[in-house]
């Protein structure tokens, strides 16, 4: 089956870390570029990062840089995604999106990070 | 000004037409985007409808309707979403998106109300 699957999500106070992954499955994941997408609850999406099918270009939004890191490991199958200096309004739904000639095209259910005290 | 505004809410009767916007800040030409369109069900990751950036640059997402369709209103600096004969099922959230300054933006969405 073609899939993401996220995991990593879970309760952490503000200031600490986090490492999200993302393993996919049913496809050659070494040729796509992987996206990190999060929602807040209740609230819309918003594009985090962005990685290349080899790795070495990633792009990430503003609010973000010098935080967060997007890497993957092909070998793997899996893209993560590390989050440092977490914030209270980092608190969302983080999906993972598989780019197709810049569609996402594929994504997973998400998994949820909670910033907070 | 954010870079995209959508409405964050539209009426519209079952049968009938609904055009969503996607409006662009006044200083990013509509003309020059492709502008993506996404449809996300409560509970559901996001899905892909359709890219729209002139009637020779458009992409229909697989296995999605032809009564969504994407355009442009020019004078409105603004990216369409077209869903006609509306369905129960239409009810939901959109949200469009484009490539701006080395980053994807996505817009507020619009939760489409079909009644």
């Known amino acids: 089956e073609v899939q993401v699957v996220e995991s990593g999500g879970d309760l952490v106070q503000p200031g600490g870390s986090l490492r999200l992954s993302c393993t996919a499955s049913?496809?050659?994941?070494?040729?796509?570029?992987m996206h990190w997408v999060r929602q807040a609850p209740g609230k819309g999406l918003v594009w985090v990062s962005r990685?290349?099918?080899?790795?070495?270009?990633?792009r990430y939004a503003d609010f973000v840089k010098g935080r967060f890191t997007i890497s993957r490991d092909n070998a793997k199958n899996t893209v993560y995604l590390q989050m440092n200096s977490l914030r209270p309004e980092d608190t969302a739904l983080y999906y993972c999106?598989?780019?197709?000639?810049?569609?996402?095209?594929?994504w997973g259910q998400g998994t949820m990070v909670t910033v907070s005290s | 000004q954010a870079v995209l505004t959508q409405p964050a809410s539209l009426s519209a009767s079952p049968g009938a037409s609904a055009s969503l916007t996607c409006t662009l800040r006044?200083?990013?030409?509509?003309?020059?985007?492709?502008i993506y369109w996404y449809q996300q069900k409560p509970g559901s990751p996001p899905q892909y409808l359709l890219r729209?950036?002139?009637?020779?640059?458009?992409?229909?997402g697989s296995g999605v309707p032809s009564r969504f369709s994407g355009s442009k209103d020019a004078s409105a600096n603004a990216g369409i979403l077209l869903i006609s004969g509306l369905q129960s099922e239409d009810e939901t959230d959109y949200y469009c998106?484009?490539?701006?300054?080395?980053?994807?933006?996505f817009g507020g969405g619009t939760k489409l109300t079909v009644l």
């Open positions: 999106a598989r780019d197709l000639d810049d569609v996402f095209d594929l």
């Open positions: 049913g496809f050659t994941f070494s040729s796509y570029y």
């Open positions: 990685i290349s099918s080899d790795g070495t270009i990633p």
């Open positions: 006044s200083d990013i030409n509509v003309g020059t985007y492709r």
């Open positions: 729209y950036r002139s009637d020779s640059d458009k992409h229909q």
């Open positions: 998106m484009i490539w701006h300054n080395s980053a994807w933006v």
